[in-house]
Nanobody, 124 residues
């Protein structure tokens, strides 16, 4: 499985970005997909995740109400729409895939495959 993330960039505080992650896998719809981020000198942290069926979404407290995760199984793609961005959102964002059986979607160790990361920089 290969994951290719894109959509990062530099924006002013209050702006928006949409990240995309395309998976090269034949059974994309069976994976739980997640987004994590890591800022310099900090540990990787959970941002959002979505179940294989699109019925369940999960968010970190810092993302709730501002970020929206979605997926298009026909395109093997997961998205992260980020609105009202803040300087503290500045990080490298990674998409990840978790194969069944599923456990804690907020735990990075539960994910089997990772993308290369895309930089998001929010200036004040």
């Amino acid at each position: 499985v290969q994951l290719q993330a894109s959509g990062g960039g530099s924006v002013q505080a209050g702006g928006s970005l949409r990240l995309s992650c395309v998976a090269s896998v034949g059974t994309f719809s069976s994976y739980v997909m997640g987004w994590f981020r890591q800022a310099p000198g900090k540990e990787r942290e959970f941002v959002a995740a979505i179940s294989w069926s699109n019925d369940d979404t999960y968010y970190a407290a810092s993302a709730l109400g501002r970020f929206t995760i979605s997926r298009d199984n026909a395109k093997n793609t997961v998205y992260l729409q980020m609105n009202t961005l803040k300087p503290e959102d500045t990080s490298v964002y990674y998409c990840a895939a978790s194969a069944p059986p599923y456990s804690s979607v907020r735990d990075s160790s539960e994910y089997d495959f990772w993308g290369q990361g895309t930089q998001v920089t929010v200036s004040s």
